[in-house]
């Protein structure tokens, strides 16, 4: 029988000095220290505790997985299911990342419906609504062959009320949904390092965590569908804003004479100190590599898509509205597939450095 756990928590707690975020800082930790209070725990890297779950089925039998949407992603999430020995049948509309596949020990499927035929599970991570939902209920959509007691898992970043909508339709015709958001970069995806947001009915969530945990070190299970991608936004809100942030403050700083080094060491020191200094920065931008762990595209997405949730929830977020614009400078100057800490790159364009 396989076992494995699910991190929550009930209570106030501090994170072990080992647990790492290079993607994303969890709306509840401050920049100035490692504390959090939420309803979540998580797990350091390599470390497990929690709750110990078994499989759906109770056998040693693996479960048939459907993906679709093979890109940075789910190609590296895809790889480490793989690995790990659970068969995967995998669409995407890019011919040559299904063959990748492929290659590594997957099945190539020639649309949604196929990539479904047969599985236990079908996750989806695409880039927006429409492409979810055509992924789902389209003409060549999983629905059409998703057997009897099927769980769909969507990982896509979507907006909570899409994802509410969508589960609610998936229930009229008797089949669960379980969403999990992805936290931290495409180099965790491939490294099996990622974070999931979960949302969605305990039994559910059980069901799906030991495919999880293939691809992930930490789980979060939020609350009821809608929870895990709302998570996600509020999280990526704080961290894709303060990037713009940590980038003006550089700028200004080379500007003004200072030292960088000396510099991002004395904000390591106060409450300027945050992940984008210690991790983001020195692992791209600072060392002259800007390709993408983390798209610049992306997080003007995610960056758009919480001020979207924001304004109809009438809730005001003027910083934000304000890092966007420096991130649609940057897409403008050429670095839109570059990594999102290229927008220092932008700032000091601007500032003629």
Aim: some cysteine; hydrophobic content about 40%.
């Amino acid at each position: 029988m396989i076992y494995n756990s699910v991190a929550r928590c009930r209570r106030r707690a501090s994170l072990d000095n080992n647990f790492h975020i290079p993607l994303i800082l969890l709306p509840w930790i401050s920049t100035g220290d490692d504390h959090y209070y939420t309803s979540m725990r998580s797990t350091p890297r390599g470390k497990r505790e929690g709750k110990r779950i078994l499989t759906n089925s109770q056998s040693e039998e693996p479960m048939q997985v459907g993906f679709i949407g093979l890109g940075l992603m789910g190609g590296g999430m895809t790889k480490n299911l793989v690995n790990k020995g659970v068969p995967v049948k995998g669409y995407d509309i890019n011919r040559e990342v299904v063959d990748r596949l492929a290659s590594e020990g997957g099945t190539a499927a020639a649309s949604p419906a196929e990539a479904a035929a047969g599985a236990d599970v079908v996750f989806t991570i695409l880039p927006n609504v429409p492409h979810v939902e055509g992924a789902i209920f389209g003409e060549n959509g999983i629905l059409k062959t998703l057997k009897p007691g099927a769980l769909y898992v969507d990982c896509s970043t979507i907006p909570p009320d899409a994802t509410k909508s969508i589960g609610k339709r998936l229930k009229e015709k008797g089949f669960a949904m379980v969403e999990a958001a992805v936290g931290r970069t495409s180099l965790d995806a491939w490294t099996g390092t990622l974070i999931f947001m979960v949302g969605g009915e305990e039994a559910d969530v059980a069901r799906v965590t030991p495919l999880l945990e293939k691809m992930g070190n930490t789980i979060y299970h939020c609350g009821p569908l809608g929870s895990g991608i709302a998570t996600k936004i509020v999280n990526n809100y704080a961290s894709v804003t303060i990037n713009a942030v940590v980038a003006e403050a550089l700028t200004l700083g080379e500007k003004l004479g200072c030292d960088r080094d000396r510099l991002v060491e004395v904000m390591q020191g106060t409450s300027a100190g945050n992940k984008h200094l210690s991790s983001t920065y020195p692992a791209r931008v600072f060392v002259g590599d800007i390709s993408p762990a983390f798209a610049m595209d992306m997080a003007y997405k995610d960056l758009g898509l919480a001020l979207d949730v924001a304004a109809t929830n009438k809730v005001p977020l003027f910083t934000g509205g304000a890092a966007r614009q420096a991130y649609a400078i940057a897409r403008a100057a050429g670095f839109g597939d570059k990594d999102w800490t290229s927008v220092l790159l932008a700032y000091r364009d601007m500032a003629k450095l």
